[in-house]
């Protein structure tokens, strides 16, 4: 008789890059990440069977958007608040979360 104790897991792996402002919350914790397949034999990872498309992930909202998503909030959001550092419009006199004068 014989048993194979294994499987497929995955694993969320970061892409070696700075992490940038998230959209979401305002916080420095928007990582490029994507998430991989391995083979496990005995929940040991033996190698890996399948490398997932990358996408940015928040740690602190767990917001999760495409890379293409990110290019099109950069350009329709340029300014940061400097109390809160969150995300505004350029048009905006003071910032709609902290209430902060932009100018």
């Known amino acids: 008789m014989f048993f194979f104790i294994g499987g497929?897991?995955?694993k969320v792996k970061k892409v070696a890059e700075p992490p940038e402002i998230c959209p979401g919350c305002g916080h420095s914790s928007l990582y490029r990440v994507r998430?991989?397949?391995?083979?496990n034999l005995f929940f040991i990872p033996l190698f890996p069977v399948k490398k997932g498309k990358p996408f940015r992930l928040c740690e602190k909202c767990g917001l999760e958007m495409p890379d293409e998503a990110?290019?099109?909030f950069e350009r329709s959001f340029t300014g940061f608040c400097p109390g809160?550092?969150?995300?505004?419009?350029?048009?905006?006199?003071?910032?709609?979360?902290?209430?902060?004068s932009l100018n």
């Open 8 to 10: 497929i897991t995955s």
């Open 35 to 39: 998430i991989d397949h391995y083979l």
């Open 70 to 72: 990110l290019s099109q």
């Open 84 to 100: 809160c550092g969150r995300t505004v419009r350029p048009e905006y006199r003071f910032c709609p979360f902290c209430g902060r």
